[in-house]
């Protein structure tokens, strides 16, 4: 079932977009670095040769040549800038999930992968997704340090409790692959292992139609109405906390004179520990809801606030939170 070649893979199948990617820089660097130690190697023999003592000659004392010590400062120097930038530009593409990415939820716990589509299908250790499509995975950890690793994506991104990281891939052939967890987690740690399923986007079709509970927003807009957040929280007129509407993604001030994007992490934060940043104009008059939420919900009620971004694509009312403090600016 699981893709691999051999018994002994050296080198995992590639079948996300960034793998080229990585394994470029990977073969660029391995040869690099056989090179080097290829020349270190070299003039070791051949200098241990030619300058070998021999007796009644005297040693020569050399004290010093500017244009060597330039030439190999300033030419590893450029070696190591093209690591550096080619390094960067890798890693700044598996960084940053492409607009419009499929969103998956995932919460690790000693010692499985729970997953959640937005569109409400629920997993355990295995993660259904269409071939072409660009994923983005938003994750946390109901307990430990966790590590989100699926060798034939080259992606490996830590899942930490308290907060959410995110990674992204789009698949780029159709198979079963390995995921990992990568980080020392417990006693089952080597056995918090899963895979993920690549479709042709009609067979995942197929694969979507059955078992949701409905939209992971739809869950999320109830838990909202079922914690009262609505009382506060007021579409409609002005409340005592910010109107959500248009709020994900969009520039919030803050009391302090600090700008922070409401995210997912912003909005995480904020239901947790509201006192952590309070939106201008506003009183620190909301309750913690620690401990009162399961991730999944925490989940829900994130994607339920960004469906009401989602109605109003482009700009939409940009300053909805902040308006009530524009006024002290
Ligand atoms: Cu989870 Cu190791």
């Known amino acids: ?14 079948a996300s977009t960034t793998a080229g990617n990585v394994d470029a820089l990977f073969i660029f660097l391995l040869i690099l670095t056989g090179m080097v130690t290829l020349l270190i190697f070299t003039c070791l023999l051949y200098f241990a040769a030619r300058y070998r003592y021999r ?3 005297p040693a020569e004392q050399i004290e010093g040549s500017t244009p060597l010590e330039l030439t190999w400062s300033v030419i590893p120097l450029g070696v190591f800038l093209v690591i550096f930038v080619w390094g960067a530009v890798v890693y700044f593409k598996e960084r940053t999930p492409p607009r419009d990415s499929t969103e998956v939820y995932v919460v690790a716990k000693q010692w499985m992968w729970k997953l959640e589509h937005a569109e409400g299908q629920r997993e355990i ?15 946390t950890s109901q307990d430990v340090i966790h590590s989100f690793f699926v060798p034939a994506f ?20 159709p198979g079963t692959y390995h995921l990992f967890c990568a980080e020392y987690c417990g006693t089952q740690h080597s056995g918090m292992i899963g895979s993920i399923v690549v479709l042709a986007p ?3 079709e197929t694969w979507m139609s059955g078992g949701s509970t409905g939209p992971l927003s739809a869950t999320g807009e109830k838990v909202f109405a079922e914690l009262g957040c609505a009382t506060c929280h007021r579409s ?4 005592r906390g910010p109107n959500l509407q248009g709020l994900f993604g969009k520039p919030v001030r803050l009391q302090d004179g600090r700008t922070v994007v409401a995210d997912e992490n912003y909005i995480r934060e904020s239901i947790l520990d509201p006192g952590a940043k309070i939106v201008n104009g506003y009183k620190p ?9 399961s991730e999944e919900q925490l989940n829900a009620l994130v994607a339920y606030l960004k469906s009401l971004s989602a109605t109003k694509p482009g700009e939409g ?4 939170s902040t308006a009530q403090g524009s006024q002290v600016e």
């Open 236 to 239: 409609d007129a002005q409340g």
């Open 285 to 293: 008059v909301m309750p913690t809801f620690q401990g009162l939420l």
């Open 154 to 173: 080259r992606i490996k991104q830590d899942v930490l409790p308290g907060r959410y990281t995110t990674t992204w891939f789009r698949a780029t052939k």
């Open 317 to 320: 009312n940009a300053t909805a």
């Open 55 to 57: 007796a009644n000659v």
């Open 1 to 14: 079932m699981i893709q691999r070649a051999g018994n002994f893979p050296l080198w995992p199948a590639r």
């Open 202 to 204: 009609a067979q995942y």
């Open 125 to 139: 250790n295995e993660l259904h997704v269409p071939v072409g499509r660009d994923v983005k995975l938003i994750m």
